[in-house]
């Protein structure tokens, strides 16, 4: 029995046993409800007697005879008997009975209204014990009527902490199996069976004869799908259509959308799925029918087919639900299941706007075209290189292998090989002259003159694109303020070249054996990077990225040094290996969290400037080579000889070659010819490494990044973008309401991206429409890009129109209620007239 039960009787007993007169009361406990309580009870003024039903007499002479002062409570755990077996009658004559029934008790202590004692006498069992009653007293109900008893017995059986049905049906259906569910079970124990199927039915419009937890679920379901998709079921999924589909819509959301009950979501949607078919209704439907349905997984599937056929057919005007096929990827990869099918967005997305690269036309001069490729043009390697990041996430893309022939032909002939043989042409015509910041000139115009200590990060292959991507991360942290502008590196462009082109220098040079000199000096290691540094810079350094491995490290190896160069390794290590050459666009992703995640460690070591940059690009393409890609006939004596160059004494004479002396490129008088690929051919040389290639002159392997980093250590105060309603509304007319809303600012470093959950709740806090979430992750500058508009489908139920009603914004991740409108609930028809279907 609870701890207020007992009080309640012991206060009770004491206020008896109070005045100079001796009182004996009887207590006839019919069900011995408290033969466990009773030698518990706290009475001062009194003793307690058990009396057994074989001795009567001997209580007779106890209570007359022997103890003829003390005051006493007589405990049966029996009922009192008939008049002729009871033996103290005549005493009970000159003293008082006691009643107290546990169903009496528990409405005083709580507060329930006396017409709900019937109720609670039909299931005393359920209070017969203490850690169960002691549960349901815990839960502290405010209004009781007889669903709100039922209902608290139930959450008590199955170890919910709140009173909500729909909290208990949620639990229900996602623990264990739907047949033989254990959770039944324990209502069936405590005759809550039939209360649990009626509030079912008030609660969501669930009726059946012989009702189930599956019948049940698959109404949740279908009612949801029938709601969403605004078509004409089979008659065989109307049976399972509710009229409460508002009701049904809210439930099934916050189910979804519960980091605890997601997993059980998922398991009942695939259950509904394969059991009343939903697969043959979608197939008869139109894709654009059900472009936003999103509680069955296999939806996905059928948009994502329907995308990869427009996209074949380089349809790219193509629309569902009037959203373009961008915001269609963008759309789906915000509900439920876009982590699942995450990577088929992005593979579809990008290779949209790789198919828009076929009407590709590049500029006509090359400084045009390298402006145009750093604002803009660059964007198209992008795209390929995170079509294929995600296109080899997934293991079987079979479905993809007609689009991924068509964006591998529009990216190699209709993008990258009319880009480099333009650039190329006019880079030949020019002498190499661009307009660009050369990479030999990078420690004069860079390191040289800076104050502070500054970090030069060199990444092997970070080409300009993946240099963007790198600048983007860094911006999005706040602690970091960061520029980016380009650079053009030696040619041919490969490492030791551009390594050395780098380092502080007077005289740049190749020997008569093509190995690179500065300043008269070999430096093809680390080691002998530093002496040339510290010839410049004595008070300098160089050291392996991936010797920086803990801030204590970075620490020691910064402090007293003015310029410390960091070399890394993770583009172009992949990329050279024929093994892991179609992992260099990994690679790519890799190196930006790598770099990104090195600098806040330097930072973390007292360093607050640094310079990011490449020794060269690279070109990539998936496809292998056919042997027309190939220019051979290479006769070269005395000849440096690459993939994508050729630096010997005399011209490579073959069709689409591109010349540059090498004086041009070192601005001193070196006769001999750098010969290159004017496409993005190869030379035919021995040697495995086909995809993966660099040495030309094209702007993907000769535009490198210069990324200028000022970070602070410090914190910089952020916050979370806002929503807004665009119009104020003051009144809900109808069961289905759409708002429009707007993300108050931009995402930038300082606005920081954020999670919504959006729904109408009553003056009670109870939840009244679905939940909308809302990703707050635009970063369009123009406010009218970021409108965006919810649909809210609410409760079938009467509404007071003199209560409160609230729309409210929830920040989930920063635990914030940011909007609390009051509306009107104005609904006419709450019940559609059974219609809702």
């Given at each position: 029995m609870a701890e207020l039960n007992l009080k309640q009787i012991t206060d009770k007993l004491n206020a008896e046993f109070v005045g100079e007169t001796r009182k004996l009361i009887f207590w006839y406990d019919a069900n011995a409800e408290f033969v466990d309580d009773i030698d518990t009870l706290e009475l001062p003024n009194a003793k307690v007697f058990h009396l057994e039903k074989d001795n009567q007499f001997y209580t007779k002479y106890f209570l007359e005879r022997v103890d003829t002062q003390t005051n006493y409570l007589i405990y049966a755990p029996f009922p009192k008997p008939a008049l002729c077996d009871n033996h103290l009658a005549d005493t009970t004559r000159y003293s008082k009975e006691f009643f107290a029934d546990r169903a009496s008790l528990i409405s005083i202590d709580l507060g329930i209204d006396e017409k709900y004692k019937p109720v609670l006498q039909h299931y005393i069992s359920f209070f017969g014990e203490k850690v169960r009653t002691q549960r349901f007293y815990n839960l502290e109900i405010e209004n009781w009527n007889e669903n709100v008893i039922e209902v608290a017995m139930m959450s008590v059986l199955c170890r919910i902490k709140v009173v909500s049905f729909e909290e208990l049906v949620r639990t229900i259906i996602t623990n264990g199996e739907l047949e033989n569910n254990k959770y039944l079970e324990f209502l069936g124990n405590y005759d809550l069976i039939i209360p649990f199927w009626r509030i079912c039915e008030e609660t969501f419009g669930y009726t059946d004869v012989q009702p189930t937890l599956s019948k049940f679920v698959y109404t949740l379901f279908v009612t949801y799908f029938a709601k969403v998709i605004h078509r004409e079921l089979p008659q065989s999924l109307k049976n399972y259509c509710s009229y409460k589909s508002g009701n049904i819509i809210a439930f099934v959301d916050s189910m979804m959308n519960s980091v605890i009950f997601r997993d059980g979501f998922d398991k009942l949607s695939e259950l509904?799925?394969?059991?009343?078919?939903?697969?043959?209704?979608?197939?008869?439907?139109?894709?654009?029918?059900?472009?936003?349905?999103?509680?069955?997984?296999?939806?996905?599937?059928?948009?994502?087919?329907?995308?990869?056929?427009?996209?074949?057919?380089?349809?790219?005007?193509?629309?569902?639900?009037?959203?373009?096929?961008?915001?269609?990827?963008?759309?789906?990869?915000?509900?439920?299941?876009?982590?699942?099918?995450f990577s088929h967005y992005y593979i579809i997305e990008n290779a949209y706007y790789l198919i828009m690269a076929a009407h590709f036309e590049p500029e006509k001069t090359v400084q045009n075209m390298w402006e145009r490729y750093v604002s803009t043009d660059y964007v198209f390697d992008q795209r390929y290189r995170y079509f294929y990041y995600h296109y080899d996430k997934i293991t079987n893309n079979a479905m993809y292998d007609n689009l991924r022939e068509l964006v591998e032909n529009i990216y190699t002939n209709e993008y990258l090989n009319p880009l480099s043989v333009a650039w190329n042409n006019e880079f030949v015509e020019c002498k190499g002259e661009t307009g660009l910041t050369k990479q030999q000139d990078f420690y004069n115009k860079y390191v040289k003159n800076v104050k502070e200590r500054i970090i030069v990060i060199i990444s092997d292959a970070l080409r300009f694109e993946v240099g963007q991507t790198l600048m983007k991360r860094l911006?999005?942290?706040?602690?970091?303020?960061?520029?980016?502008?380009?650079?053009?590196?030696?040619?041919?462009?490969?490492?030791?070249?551009?390594?050395?082109?780098?380092l502080p220098h007077k005289e740049l040079a190749m020997g008569e054996d093509f190995r690179v000199l500065v300043d008269g000096k070999l430096c093809d290691d680390i080691k002998s990077r530093e002496q040339i540094l510290q010839s410049y810079s004595p008070r300098s350094k160089t050291i392996r990225f991936d010797d920086i491995n803990t801030t204590i490290i970075a620490k020691e190896v910064t402090t007293g040094q003015d310029v410390v160069y960091v070399y890394h390794d993770q583009i172009d290590a992949r990329g050279d290996d024929l093994k892991t050459e179609n992992e260099v666009f990994n690679a790519c992703e890799e190196a930006v969290e790598e770099i990104h995640t090195m600098i806040k460690r330097l930072t973390s070591a007292s360093n607050t400037h640094f310079i990011i940059t490449a020794d060269h690009g690279f070109i990539y393409k998936r496809d292998k080579l056919s042997e027309s890609d190939k220019i051979s006939g290479l006769s070269q004596q005395n000849a440096l000889v690459g993939r994508r160059y050729v630096v010997s004494e005399q011209v490579v004479h073959a069709d689409g070659i591109g010349t540059v002396t090498l004086g041009n490129v070192l601005k001193n008088q070196d006769t001999r010819i750098v010969s290159f690929p004017i496409g993005s051919d190869i030379f035919k040389v021995p040697g495995g490494g086909l995809n993966f290639v660099h040495g030309g002159a094209s702007l993907q392997e000769i535009l490198i990044p210069v990324i200028d980093v000022r970070t602070n250590k410090y914190h910089t105060e952020t916050k979370a973008v806002s929503i807004s309603l665009v119009s104020l509304v003051h009144k809900i007319t109808n069961l289905t309401t759409n708002l429009d809303f707007i993300q108050s600012d931009a995402v930038t470093d300082v606005n920081k991206e954020t999670v919504y959950k959006v729904f109408f709740i009553s003056d009670e806090n109870e939840k009244i429409s679905n939940d909308n979430i809302y990703v707050a992750d635009k970063k369009d500058t123009d406010a009218s890009k970021r409108i965006f508009r919810l649909r809210f489908n609410f409760k079938n139920k009467q509404y007071d129109k003199n209560r409160k009603y609230y729309l409210v914004a929830y920040d989930e991740k920063n635990a914030l209620e940011v909007i609390r409108h009051e509306v009107q609930m104005d609904l006419a028809f709450v019940d559609d007239f059974g219609f809702n279907i």
């Open positions: 509904t799925y394969n059991t009343v078919n939903i697969e043959s209704v979608l197939k008869s439907f139109e894709v654009s029918s059900f472009a936003e349905l999103e509680i069955f997984r296999k939806t996905d599937i059928f948009i994502i087919k329907w995308l990869i056929a427009r996209l074949e057919n380089e349809d790219t005007d193509a629309k569902l639900s009037g959203l373009s096929i961008p915001e269609i990827c963008r759309m789906r990869r915000k509900l439920h299941y876009g982590n699942l099918y911006t999005e942290d706040e602690k970091c303020t960061a520029t980016i502008a380009p650079m053009q590196s030696v040619l041919p462009s490969y490492t030791r070249f551009g390594m050395s082109a780098l």
